[in-house]
């Protein structure tokens, strides 16, 4: 079955997850109807206990057959990477430790160690073929109950943080990476899991104006083309929905405020907090009219399903259709994403060289020991 042009339009905002090492029959029709401009990589996605380039060929075949489905020459190859239990790659992509360790009580020290990991992290991207990292984390590691940010942030407060943040992301952009700062406003501060249910964080914009905001708008200043949404409800600000759907955050904080003229993406909307809200009518819609640009949709909640996928692209249809969805807005946001990636590269998957993942290992430890 066909979809019609329409529906289609929302691949152009739509980054996608596929099911495993090979693509099944809803891989295919997903990506051949929707032709996503992106794709999401997991673990999932890499045959396991294989030698390293029988793995490599198998995920290089796997990124030509999305090509060649999409029909897109420029895709963008994402993949959640950003070290310590955040690693999706079979050995031997070196296991760098979580970004909390690479604090330093040396400011210097700190700054340049963030920077090495970084840049050997993009070359070890490059080799996969991948050209966007979601990271780095530019959240705070605040409370130390939080299930879900803890050491993957890079610093206790957003001095630390945000130094570290920046170091980072000048390592990927030098190494050829594109890079996204997450999750907007700040997850550093919440005891929930937002991939379980939804966190409720009680602070005021001026709460986040002296902490939260300082990594982002430092982020922003340095340049940074992508920046994540936080599926988090923030009552005194915006009581009625969480960060990816609020326009006061989107659109007033980060945007009016902080002036950040990037691609705005949501995180994976099939997570608990918000799964249920984007299978209601006029959700879709109600992100776009907030800010959102670009959509993730992992598939992680039943990757041989392409129901929940679909009836997202439905409600964008109909959303249009029936004028809810301005098809100004629509279009301002493909320009966003349209300008960024036209200036994304598309690299060849290679073998890295037996001595290069011998020093990034050695770097790995040294960041794990000091």
Not at 321 to 350: H, M
């Amino acid at each position: 079955m066909s979809v019609p042009q329409h529906l289609q339009r929302f691949g152009n905002h739509l980054v996608l997850g596929v099911s495993g090492t090979t693509l099944s029959d809803d891989d295919k029709r997903a990506l051949s109807e929707l032709k996503p401009v992106g794709v999401i990589f997991f673990a999932k996605n890499f045959l396991d206990g294989v030698v390293y380039p029988v793995w490599l060929e198998s995920f290089k075949n796997l990124i030509q057959q999305i090509r060649e489905y999409t029909e897109r020459d420029s895709l963008f190859t994402s993949l959640d990477h950003e070290g310590g239990r955040v690693i999706r790659t079979p050995f031997p992509i070196t296991r760098f430790p979580h970004a909390y360790l690479l604090r330093s009580s040396s400011t210097q020290r700190s700054r340049s160690q963030a920077y090495q990991v970084a840049k050997a992290t993009a070359l070890e991207l490059k080799s996969l073929g991948i050209n966007l990292s979601w990271s780095p984390v530019a959240d705070i590691f605040s409370n130390p109950q939080n299930p879900i940010i803890g050491p993957r942030a890079f610093g206790t407060t957003s001095e630390t943080a945000s130094q570290s943040a920046r170091e980072y992301y000048r390592g990927l952009k030098e190494g050829g990476i594109l890079g996204c700062a997450k999750h907007f406003p700040g997850h550093g501060d919440t005891s929930k899991d937002s991939h379980l249910e939804l966190p409720i964080l009680d602070l005021s914009v001026e709460d986040l104006r002296k902490r939260e905001l300082i990594p982002f708008k430092d982020l922003i200043a340095e340049q940074i083309p992508l920046i994540m949404t936080a599926h988090i409800l923030f009552p005194q600000i915006d009581p009625e929905v969480p960060a990816t759907l609020s326009k006061t955050i989107l659109n007033q904080i980060l945007r009016e405020e902080l002036n950040f003229q990037g691609v705005v993406v949501s995180d994976d909307l099939d997570m608990k907090a918000v799964a249920d809200m984007f299978m209601q009518s006029g959700t879709v819609a109600q992100a776009f009219n907030a800010g959102c640009d670009l959509f993730i949709v992992s598939r992680n909640i039943n990757s041989s399903s392409l129901e929940r996928t679909a009836k997202i692209a439905e409600d964008f249809a109909t959303s249009l259709n029936n004028g809810s969805l301005n098809i100004n807005v629509v279009e301002n946001a493909q320009k966003r994403i349209d300008k960024l990636l036209a200036i994304t590269p598309q690299y060849p998957v290679f073998q890295l060289e037996k001595e290069t993942l011998v020093n990034h290992a050695e770097l790995a430890i040294t960041c794990t020991l000091e």
